[in-house]
């Protein structure tokens, strides 16, 4: 390592240890330690909403499959439609392709039943998007000629938003992910092949269909919302009916003092993933958009350096480029890789979009965990201290081993280019994760056209970079 890596790794270490410190002395402040250092086992969160019972749990996995079911159950809506947005366009196209734009889906529906909307209000500084002025103007476009209801939440954190993907119908259905309706940095809009696209970038996402007690959960969290924006206090059900045999928790980031009623705010999404990571014994599997949480790398870390069995391992798939924090994920890459000291127990990867020797870019926006195959968590939050502390955002999270390993294997048969992914994880991950991905890296780097999705990350870029990660927690996220 030379001279100055050795004072970056050390300079950016100092950083992170003090931002650890600095979020526990936060939420002990605020009676919330306990979603940082949980001292219990088990993996449902204590500082959430208990979990629910007897739901029906079906996760929409891209854009083509997730947005015409989200219309569908619009259209059919009988009492209300509540929708909540980081960016929402009314152009949009919802789907199936060619359908009628979001504004025209939504005001249809408003003439017969509510329909309430919140969307972030944008950026107040204009150092990212979408900027306020941009933001109001599309509301204005969203609403004009219609009856539909949209309000503009102000983050209380200067450089923070409102994340959440929530599409709730009639406090009976709800959709919940990490899919905005919007083109905004790329069109949500795309298939499990993921072909390559010649006038824009591909996207891959998730989102979580839900039906029964759960439901309530997500409908209470608009409420609040609603009321805090609308100054509108809206009903809920006392109870729903069984839909299903899933069990399913609401989880949730809101940062103290973002709201009246909560006035310490709600960490559990933090909680929940460092429950889960650190009881993982055979398997750990993430797609997020950014990896770059000290918490939960530090987690990580931990486990490879002292595998808890020959057969674990970590697999991530990240974007092959982020929209922001990309030296820092690399930075956290290169720790990863240096704990996995050539064990080949963990993998860092990317998708690309192709059809035949075309490629391109392919954007990973979906935020799914899965650990031993009994843990699954999808939703709005991203793998960093913006998701875990500062943004609101919005998960799910079941402990149906049946439903978890079904997610991995469809998850897997998607990238792996296969139509089935059953069989042992540890198997595939050596057979077919590792060496495909090696390859289509070394052929990306040779300039030879890829022959596969699934490319390998390489842990780091110029140098480690281990200090650009702290350096935006302790600035933006502090």
Not at 12 to 25: K, L, V
Not at 123 to 141: D, H, L, M, N
Request: charged share 25%.
């Amino acid at each position: 390592m030379r001279a100055l890596d050795r004072v970056d790794a050390a300079v950016g270490g100092g950083i992170e240890h003090a931002m650890i410190h600095h979020h526990m002395r936060r939420l002990r402040r605020h009676g919330q330690l306990k979603a940082l250092a949980p001292a219990t086992e088990g993996l449902w969160a204590e500082t959430a909403a208990p979990p629910r019972f007897g739901n029906a749990m079906e996760v929409l996995i891209d854009g083509a499959n997730a947005l015409p079911r989200m219309a569908e159950a619009i259209q059919g809506a009988q009492r209300h439609v509540h929708v909540c947005s980081w960016h929402l366009e009314p152009d949009f196209d919802p789907g199936p392709r060619k359908a009628s734009p979001v504004k025209e889906l939504l005001a249809e529906v408003a003439e017969r039943v509510p329909v309430r909307v919140i969307v972030w209000a944008g950026a107040p500084v204009p150092v990212f998007q979408p900027r306020r002025g941009a933001v109001k103007a599309a509301r204005e476009r969203l609403v004009a000629g219609t009856k539909i209801q949209c309000q503009l939440d102000a983050c209380t954190r200067l450089m923070h938003c409102h994340h959440e993907k929530l599409v709730i119908v009639d406090d009976e259905l709800a959709f919940v992910g990490g899919i905005d309706l919007t083109t905004l940095a790329g069109d949500r809009y795309d298939t499990n092949e993921h072909a390559f696209k010649h006038d824009g970038i591909g996207w891959h996402d998730a989102s979580a269909m839900l039906r029964g007690p759960i439901v309530r959960d997500v409908a209470a969290h608009f409420a609040m919302r609603w009321e805090a924006t609308a100054d509108e206090a809206l009903e809920l059900p006392t109870e729903l009916e069984a839909a299903g045999d899933t069990a399913v928790q609401f989880t949730r980031t809101v940062p103290e003092g973002a709201y009246k009623v909560l006035p310490r705010g709600e960490f559990s999404v933090l909680e929940t993933y460092i429950r889960a990571l650190r009881s993982a014994q055979r398997l750990i599997y993430l797609e997020n958009q950014f990896l770059w949480s000290p918490e939960i790398v530090h987690i990580l870390e931990t486990k490879l350096r002292t595998p808890p069995s020959p057969d674990f391992r970590v697999v991530v798939l990240l974007p092959h480029k982020a929209n922001n924090g990309q030296d820092d994920t690399r930075g956290m890459l290169a720790r990863l890789v240096e704990a996995d000291d050539g064990r080949k127990q963990f993998l860092a990867a990317t998708i690309m979009s192709r059809s035949g020797e075309q490629s391109g870019p392919l954007y990973v926006h979906a935020k799914i965990g899965i650990v031993d195959d009994e843990w699954l968590a999808i939703g709005s939050a991203n793998l960093n201290e913006h998701s875990l502390f500062n943004d609101t955002e919005v998960d799910v999270v079941t402990c149906d081993p049946a439903l978890a390993r079904a997610t991995r294997e469809t998850l897997w048969a998607e990238h792996l280019e296969r139509d089935d992914a059953s069989g042992d994880a540890t198997r595939l991950v050596d057979e077919a994760w590792h060496p495909i991905a090696s390859e289509q890296l070394e052929r990306q780097r040779a300039g030879a056209p890829l022959t596969h999705h699934l490319v390998e990350l390489p842990g780091v870029s110029r140098r480690s970079r281990r200090l650009l990660g702290p350096l935006d927690a302790l600035v933006v996220d502090g």
